[in-house]
């Protein structure tokens, strides 16, 4: 076996074993509630809120600031559509049975993890413009990234690449 080969047979064995210890904390329902609330919000409800508290608050002031992250977004939400398009990897729940779906899922495919490509994205150009707000939108972001693998919609390998991907949208953008 090539060290290329086993380079990636760990990686999938690591991603494998990660995401069935994670989601077996599905078994206390206080976690499933909780991360399925985490989740929910994730999908965009907390950052659309969040959007709107920075106008409520700051007015025209913040306009450029919700401006970014709209734009952004879109951007985030075309690039994640693309990759998930040519990837086609099933769902962690679909391919292990001793995986618990803990909700249901947005779309077909698992990689790379929308909710948290969208987190990371919105977490760096927020907190670019207002850095206060990191004491909320880092945990959030973490916890966001974590439900998806606890919710056995994705395998720690799709946040990751969710984290990465967002992470180089919010820093192209953030560099005009």
């Known amino acids: 076996m090539s060290q290329r080969h086993y380079a990636l047979d760990f990686i999938q064995r690591w991603d494998k074993r990660l995401c069935v210890r994670l989601n077996r904390t599905l078994r206390f329902s206080a976690v499933l ?31 450029l600031a919700v401006l970014h992250m709209a734009l952004v977004g879109m951007v985030c939400t075309a690039t994640y559509k693309a990759v998930k398009r040519s990837t086609l990897r099933p769902r962690p729940y679909e391919v292990m049975s001793v995986v618990a779906r803990g909700a249901p899922p947005l779309d077909a495919f698992s990689f790379p993890s929308g909710h948290t490509l969208h987190a990371v994205a919105f977490t760096l150009v927020a907190t670019a413009y207002y850095p206060v707000l990191a004491a909320i939108l880092v945990p959030f972001t973490l916890l966001v990234a974590a439900s998806r693998v606890i919710l056995g919609l994705h395998y720690p390998s799709d946040v990751l690449a969710g984290a990465a991907i967002g992470a180089m949208i919010a820093g192209v953008s953030l560099s005009f």
Do not use: K, N, P, T
Request: net charge neutral.
């Open 33 to 63: 509630h909780v991360f399925r609330a985490i989740s929910w919000l994730g999908d965009g409800i907390f950052w659309y809120s969040l959007m709107l508290a920075l106008l409520l608050q700051y007015g025209r002031d913040a306009a």
